[in-house]
């Protein structure tokens, strides 16, 4: 328990070492293929990377945030056409942008937990992953966010401490597997297409807020909002797609 606060609170100030090896280890092509193999046979924990249903609903995702003036810039769109997302956000831009935070929480959004220092938690110990996602959690918490606040780990990378401290909390591992590359580009044409291109009933859409600049996933948000709803989709809560999910009872990934 000492070590627990402990760490929670040290995470403040120190960032974390060894993060180089882990970016180069979860970026090695045969790591990311053994990686994905552990993912898909965790021995414990709920990972969604989707839901199993044939209920044409899909959630909107964003990642890295809060970025001012950025993630103002999605919650005005996802305002207007009246849809509620989830923002997974790190613990230290939380910290340094708490009103923005803030913002997201008071428009009715669901706050989650992206770690403190998106730092790779591949081959971490325990402590130290729970320490990470304490930390946000009690940020997230002062700001005003209530019920369970899912985790999605830094990278997509959920494996042994993080799938075993998340399942002794009895929580969600949430992943992403309709991304539109935002990371990449910010033509919002190209966003909207690679995601509407990939969609099917159950999706969990991955976008980001934060990590630059993001006018053009602003501007995509709207696109994929309008082009999906088209096609007879509804954008529903993370909490109200999981709801669907037609294998509840047990760990799976899609
Ligand atoms: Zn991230």
């Known amino acids: 328990m000492r070590d627990r606060t402990l760490n929670a609170a040290t995470l403040m100030t120190a960032r974390p070492?060894?993060?180089e090896w882990r970016r180069r280890l979860i970026e090695h092509p045969r790591a990311i293929t053994v990686l994905h193999f552990l993912m898909r046979h965790s021995p414990f924990g709920e990972?969604?990377?989707g839901v199993k249903t044939h209920v044409p609903a899909v959630t909107l995702t964003y990642d890295d945030g809060p970025n001012p003036p950025?993630?103002?810039?999605?919650l005005d769109v996802l305002n207007r056409h009246g849809v509620r997302a989830t923002f997974f956000m790190i613990g230290r831009n939380i910290?340094?942008?708490p009103d923005a935070a803030r913002e997201v929480v008071a428009r009715g959004h669901a706050a989650g937990n992206h770690s403190y220092w998106h730092s790779p938690l591949v081959l971490r110990t325990p402590s130290f992953v729970r320490a990470q996602i304490a930390a946000t959690d009690a940020l997230l918490r002062s700001l005003g966010?209530?019920?369970e606040i899912h985790f999605r780990s830094p990278y997509g990378r959920h494996l042994f401490a993080v799938a075993f401290v998340l399942a002794r909390q009895k929580r969600k591992s949430i992943l992403g597997h309709v991304g539109g590359d935002d990371w990449m580009t910010q033509d919002p044409d190209c966003i909207a297409q690679r995601v509407v291109a990939?969609?099917?009933p159950g999706a969990i859409i991955l976008l980001h807020?934060?990590?630059g600049p993001r006018d053009g996933t602003a501007v995509a948000t709207g696109l994929i909002i309008e082009q999906?709803?088209?096609r007879g989709y509804a954008f529903v809560s993370i909490d109200e797609l999981l709801a669907l999910d037609r294998t509840h009872a047990g760990p799976h990934t899609r």
């Open 70 to 74: 950025h993630t103002q810039a999605v």
């Open 228 to 230: 999906l709803r088209r």
């Open 209 to 211: 807020d934060g990590g």
């Open 47 to 49: 990972v969604f990377d």
């Open 17 to 19: 070492r060894g993060e």
């Open 145 to 147: 966010a209530n019920g």
């Open 198 to 200: 990939r969609v099917t």
């Open 95 to 97: 910290a340094s942008h």
